[in-house]
T-cell receptor, first 114, second 117 residues
Framework: ETGVTQSPTHLIKTRGQQVTLRCSSQ?????VSWYQQALGQGPQFIFQ???????GRGNFPPRFSGLQFPNYSSELNVNALELDDSALYLC?????????????FGPGTRLTVT | AQTVTQSQPEMSVQEAETVTLSCTYD???????LFWYKQPPSRQMILVIR??????QNATENRFSVNFQKAAKSFSLKISDSQLGDAAMYFC??????????????FGKGTKLSVKP
């Protein structure tokens, strides 16, 4: 069974640019959540996708957007990057929308905005 | 809105000893889950233990156990016989069983645990 993978591992972007982060969910998992973890903080929920539809969103502006594909892999897109977007971005997948389903995390993408 | 508070930014324990990490949370809900996650330097979040709010019995996983006090909204993690591999950031997390936020985690700020040989 393949775990959750994310790419790239590290990324450096300039303020104002756009970035796309990718997540491949664990086999059979149809729900993907994205989290932002700033340095020294706990992860914060950005949004989640269930069967290719956004289903729940945290307190993040619209310039944070996403996609989920038929194979349940997912992308996180951030437009007009700001310095405060520098963080570790984690995705987590699970096999269902309900809270009883366990979330499995990927290793994250470290984004640095200069 | 629910909140999770970890009041110990850093903790240290001697190898083979026992350490307890504290967590409090605030919610008006009655049906939820609580978790402890471990994040080593590799960054990958690993589930340590979970507790369902409607279960009175404290969860246990090998050397890890919790003290769940629902009325006090307290959820502490006890690590027995600490090992060098236990050194990591530990996050307490809450997950609602209601509505649109169902399934998503609310994390505390974490406690950095060091294990001394």
């Amino acid at each position: 069974e393949t775990g959750v993978t994310q790419s790239p591992t590290h990324l450096i972007k300039t303020r104002g640019q756009q970035v796309t982060l990718r997540c491949s969910s664990q086999s059979g998992h149809n729900t993907v959540s994205w989290y932002q973890q700033a340095l020294g903080q706990g992860p914060q929920f950005i949004f989640q996708y269930y069967r290719e539809e956004e289903n729940g969103r945290g307190n993040f502006p619209p310039r944070f957007s996403g996609l989920q594909f038929p194979n349940y892999s997912s992308e996180l897109n951030v437009n007009a990057l700001e310095l405060d977007d520098s963080a570790l971005y984690l995705c987590a997948s699970r096999n269902g929308l309900g809270s009883s389903y366990e979330q499995y995390f990927g290793p994250g993408t470290r984004l640095t905005v200069t | 809105a629910q909140t999770v508070t970890q009041s110990q930014p850093e903790m240290s324990v001697q190898e083979a000893e026992t350490v307890t990490l504290s967590c409090t949370y605030d919610t008006s809900e009655s049906d939820y889950y609580l978790f402890w996650y471990k994040q080593p330097p590799s960054r990958q979040m690993i589930l340590v233990i979970r507790q369902e709010a409607y279960k009175q019995q404290n969860a246990t996983e090998n050397r890890f156990s919790v003290n769940f006090q629902k009325a006090a909204k307290s959820f502490s993690l006890k690590i027995s016989d600490s090992q060098l591999g236990d050194a990591a950031m530990y996050f307490c997390a809450y997950r609602s069983n209601y509505g649109g936020s169902q399934g998503n985690l609310i994390f505390g700020k974490g406690t950095k645990l060091s294990v001394k040989p």
